[in-house]
């Protein structure tokens, strides 16, 4: 199934054999300190800069009625994102992963996208559009 739009990925995740948890680490974009001029002013513009994990969290597709949502109830933890890094984790004989069991999944993404390693992951803007990295 092609992934047009983030409700499309919740589709997916509930057509699956298995019962699925999906884990969300949300990315704001920093410049860093030791930046050129050249990017500084390319930042100032809208463009480059670091992406910087600042929340992440695990839900379950049935938990989230819509990106729309998700993203809503993103604010009320008051860090502004960019990006939003989506991954699934499948359940096993029908036994439906735990918030606990996605506890390090979780920790390794975040640490997957400190490191520049986003190939694992689906990221999508603050429309739910995905996005492709160039």
């Known amino acids: 199934m092609e992934i047009t739009c983030f409700d499309d990925l919740l589709r997916a995740a509930h057509a699956q054999p298995e019962p699925q948890r999906l884990l969300f680490v ?3 974009v920093e410049l860093p300190d030791d930046a050129t001029a050249e990017q500084r002013t390319a930042f100032a513009a809208g463009h480059g800069g670091a992406l910087v994990p600042r929340m992440c969290v695990d839900k379950l ?3 989230i009625a819509s990106f729309d949502a998700l993203a809503q109830e993103s604010q009320q933890f ?3 994102w960019v990006i939003v890094f989506v ?4 359940g096993t004989l029908n036994h439906v992963p735990t918030s606990e069991e996605a506890e390090k999944p979780l920790q390794h993404m975040v640490e997957a ?3 520049g390693m986003l190939g694992s992951f689906i990221p999508f803007n603050r429309q739910g559009e995905p996005v492709h990295f160039g």
Do not use: D, N, W
Not at 87 to 90: G, R
């Open 26 to 28: 949300f990315t704001g």
């Open 61 to 63: 597709p049935a938990e």
């Open 78 to 80: 008051g860090q502004e």
């Open 87 to 90: 991954a699934a984790m499948s």
């Open 113 to 115: 996208i400190k490191q």
